[in-house]
């Protein structure tokens, strides 16, 4: 037995291990020190859980959008964050309107679906133009060309939308239809939480039933596995893809509506730009190209960054716990890739397809 | 043919000589430096402020203090034209260095007026001080940047309070005032908020009132919830958080959802005093305390007219009498020290200009009566109130909001 581990030894595999272990244990530790405490009671836990759900279902919708590109034309979208920007700030301007017309309070849930179509129509044709304008001239290049037009062209969507709209923040009106709590295991849960998680599954649901038991979603998902095959079989290869990404920007603008119900400041040119990054790590978290994996990535990133900071850093004792949640959560990013590459749900892909 | 060529060579030597011997040069003994311009050359003011991102509300308004004084002058200083050139400093240390960066490679620039952000300030000035150029900043409020044991550089000057003031002021009264014993603090990060939460901190302390959290969030931040999870532990009577949009917005909005903050006082300072936040932040700001600059006077009226009639309504923050006094402050400094040529060319010495500024003594500006310390504090405090929004705020679109103490 001895003999056979000294002739399997390697010392990577000895670092990773060791990883393994130091990481678990960290984390115990931290955990274990932060109940202990008492600090925070249950229905505090609670209720950073389910707002870390919100969150985590609009950087799940977001996700969606990133994964869809990347599973047919295998490139990121790096712009996606400005498509989820460009609904959200379009449709602040109608929902400012409406709230000074009283249109909002008389007929909240009518204002809040015009609103929705409103920006996902926005999202969408900017997901559309993105891909006529910058993707599709470029297809065929090596791989770090659209990367590199996708990142100029998240810089151009900003600052168009700067010089369209001003550089000031603008928020969007509270609905009162949503406002007030409900008390669930003790806590006071704001009830536009659990609006925003549901109506994201909505989408999410009805998304994966567009993919799975659609005619133009067996062409999506056939398309992602082999383009050239898919073609020969009669797929229309370019109409899929526009699909694809207008499926992205309708999903985005109704994400930026929903976040705007849920967080309505902070609505501004570069509101995209942070959401982009973090849904880009959840899509990768997930398994960058699955579907699920994307809605896993972004709940799974939603809750930690809402619970890992006060439950794993301050039990540790590390001072400035809150300054370090982006630092967590992308430390947890690359500790699952480290260890499971393929991300949560993905598939390893065969050599031939990389 | 030899001698044909020694005598044209020497001809065009002694021309050489003469040429550079004769006419009005002026001459440069400046221990710095000097910038020459020429007879139709114009002077060229430099500007590095924070014209994009989420603060370009900051730049926009500075912008317009500085395009006012200069036209208040006609455009022109000593029969020059006035060329107002500009860098975007962002409101972050990278900024600042490009900014200054190129700013110091421009040799025309005799002086620059920024930037917006303390953070862009302190990385800004070792390369600007090198150069031998002056850097006076309408909004600059970190303590670091005219402390000599700190990140002060010569050639530092600044026309708005020192948060030194603004923290002490801010402190005192939530203590004496509103009556606050505990109190949290939270910062984003860079050194304008860390350095006033800090003073704020100290000093009330100093006053006998207790500190129950001091904690951080990062720029770009919009789930408020854990770190008000962590303060209310604790349900201090205040939180003072001297941030700007819009993770200023989101405190006071996501605080009503935590159960403990019920009580919990706001309190902002000025990076948030800007046209538009009490609507974006909603029912939530009502209430809330703000210490932030506050002009008055009929000079002051005049500078709002002024900039009515060039821009249309009102400016979007609160430093922009800063900017116009400190454009004064530099153009007079120049006028000052300037040398001009018979040929109408002028030469200014940068360690004069320097010291010039320095001087400045009694200077009757639109925010008070200035004096420049040794190590550049111009104001002298005056200019500092305490707000507190109202509904009128909120949905009424008033703005500014009432002042309700001045110490």
Known sequence: MRQRWFENFSWVGFILTSLRIITLVLVVVGIVGTLRSGKYTSSQWISLAVSGLAQGSIYALIALGYTLVYGILLMINFAHGEVFMAGAFTAVFVAEAFNKSGFLSQYPIISILILLVVASLVSMSVAILLERVAYRPLRGSPRLVPLLTAIGASFFLQYTFRGLYGSGFKSYPKVELVSGVINIGGSNIPIVQLVVFFSALLLMLALYWLVERTKMGKAMRAVSENKEVAALMGIDIDRVIVFTFAIGGILAGSAGVINGLYRPQGVNFFMGFFPGIKAFTAAVLGGIGSVPGAMLGGLFLGVFESIGPNLILEGLGIPGANQLKDAIAFTMLVLVLIFRPQGILGERLAEKKA | ?407
């Open chain 2, 1 to 407: 043919m030899k001698r044909i060529t020694l005598f044209v060579l020497s001809i065009m030597l002694l021309s050489i000589i003469l040429a550079a011997c004769g006419g009005t040069t002026l001459e440069c003994d400046d221990e710095i430096g000097c910038v020459e311009i020429g007879a139709d050359e114009p002077i060229r003011i430099g500007y590095m402020l924070t014209i994009s991102g989420a603060t370009a509300f900051l730049g926009e308004d500075s912008r317009g203090g500085i395009e006012i004084a200069i036209d208040d002058r006609g455009g022109s200083l000593l029969d020059h034209e006035l060329e107002l050139v500009g860098e975007d400093s962002l409101c972050s240390a990278e900024g600042g260095q490009t900014a200054a960066q190129k700013v110091a490679a421009d040799t025309q620039i005799v002086g620059v007026v920024g930037t917006n952000c303390s953070s862009a300030a302190t990385s800004a000035m070792p390369i600007l001080s090198e150069a031998g150029l002056v850097l006076i900043s309408p909004s600059n409020t970190a303590p670091d940047l005219t402390d000599r044991a700190k990140t002060w550089q010569p050639g530092y000057y600044r026309t708005a309070h020192n948060d030194l003031f603004q923290g002490r002021v801010a402190a005192e009264y939530a203590y004496n005032e509103l009556g606050a014993r505990t109190a949290a603090t939270i910062h984003d990060g860079s050194p304008y908020a860390d350095g006033l939460q800090a003073v704020f901190a100290d000093v009330f302390a100093e006053l006998g009132g207790t500190i129950t959290f001091q904690g951080a969030v990062n720029v770009g931040d919009t789930d408020m919830r854990p770190i008000l999870t962590n303060v209310a532990a604790d349900s201090p009577d205040l939180l003072y958080f001297p941030i700007f949009e819009p993770e200023g917005n989101f405190i006071p909005d996501q605080s009503t959802e935590i159960s403990g903050l019920e009580d919990t006082i706001m309190f902002g300072a000025d990076g948030m005093l800007v046209n538009g936040y009490a609507a974006n932040t909603g029912p939530a700001a009502i209430g809330m305390y703000m210490s932030g600059p506050f002009v008055s006077g009929a000079n002051y009226q005049a500078l709002l007219d002024k900039w009515d009639a060039k821009f249309g309504g009102s400016p979007p923050s609160g430093f922009h009498a800063h900017a116009y006094d400190a454009t004064n402050i530099l153009l007079d400094a120049i006028e000052k020290v300037a040398q001009v040529g018979d040929d109408g060319s002028v030469l200014i010495g940068r360690q004069a200009l320097r010291d010039a500024m320095t001087a400045t003594a009694g200077f009757d500006g639109v925010t008070g009566t200035l004096s420049c310390s040794e190590t550049g504090d111009c104001a002298t405090g005056e200019a500092l109130g305490i707000y507190q929004i109202t509904d009128a705020e909120v949905s009424g679109g008033n703005w500014p909001p009432e002042v309700i103490f001045t110490p």
